[in-house]
T-cell receptor, first 110, second 114 residues
Framework: GQQVMQIPQYQHVQEGEDFTTYCNSSTTLSNIQWYKQRPGGHPVFLIQLVKSGEVKKQKRLTFQFGEAKKNSSLHITATQTTDVGTYFC??????????FGTGTRLKVLA | SAVISQKPSRDICQRGTSLTIQCQVD?????MFWYRQQPGQSLTLIATANQGSEATYESGFVIDKFPISRPNLTFSTLTVSNMSPEDSSIYLCSVVEGRDYGYTFGSGTRLTVV
């Protein structure tokens, strides 16, 4: 089945440093979603990207969809301890069905 | 967005027994999804549950092991049958309210099989 790889698997940063996670697909995507899961919590939807080259911002978070619609990135500027968690991308596997990426676990050291 | 109440939040079960997980949504939704998340891993889709029809299972998941009910547009259950320690996981239900929306997840059921 379709696999969605995320890199890195883990990232430890000092508070205030930037962080980026990348999501890569072997196939062209119709859209891509990003989720955040805090430790012990459930995934929470962050954003959906649809257009080639699309860039969306949510405060310190910047989401980008690749020109070829095969990859995406999530960049956090000046991380804070509240950014701790695992970030997942998710790609369409059916009309409403999504396949989740492998995830990137972020730790922020105060 | 929809609010989902999922229970139980956690359980410890003996091998060979079954556990039924319930999800109640505060609005009517066409499609509900059941995911499994093994410790430290990503989410794997078990099945899609539509009201009034049989659930659609993903490869590697079968109805005898994970029977699902969807009696109406606000409720669904997932049963984990004849459990073994390998079934220890977090089970999550989710809904989507439209094509431009992401999933809303329940708070999850943390299952430990001993």
């Amino acid at each position: 089945g379709q696999q969605v790889m995320q890199i890195p698997q883990y990232q430890h940063v000092q508070e205030g440093e930037d962080f980026t996670t990348y999501c890569n697909s072997s196939t062209t995507l119709s859209n891509i979603q990003w989720y955040k899961q805090r430790p012990g919590g459930h995934p929470v939807f962050l954003i959906q990207l649809v257009k080639s080259g699309e860039v969306k911002k949510q405060k310190r978070l910047t989401f980008q969809f690749g020109e070829a619609k095969k990859n995406s990135s999530l960049h956090i500027t000046a991380t804070q301890t509240t950014d701790v968690g695992t970030y997942f991308c998710a790609v369409k596997g059916g009309t409403y069905k999504y396949i989740f990426g492998t995830g990137t676990r972020l730790k922020v050291l105060a | 967005s929809a609010v989902i109440s999922q229970k139980p939040s956690r359980d410890i079960c003996q091998r060979g027994t079954s556990l039924t997980i319930q999800c109640q949504v505060d609005s009517q939704v066409t499609m509900m999804f059941w995911y499994r998340q093994q410790p430290g891993q990503s989410l794997t889709l078990i099945a899609t549950a539509n009201q009034g029809s049989e659930a659609t299972y993903e490869s590697g998941f079968v109805i005898d092991k994970f029977p699902i009910s969807r009696p109406n547009l606000t409720f669904s259950t997932l049963t984990v049958s004849n459990m073994s320690p390998e079934d220890s996981s977090i089970y999550l239900c989710s809904v989507v309210e439209g094509r431009d929306y992401g999933y809303t997840f329940g708070s999850g059921t943390r299952l430990t099989v001993v």
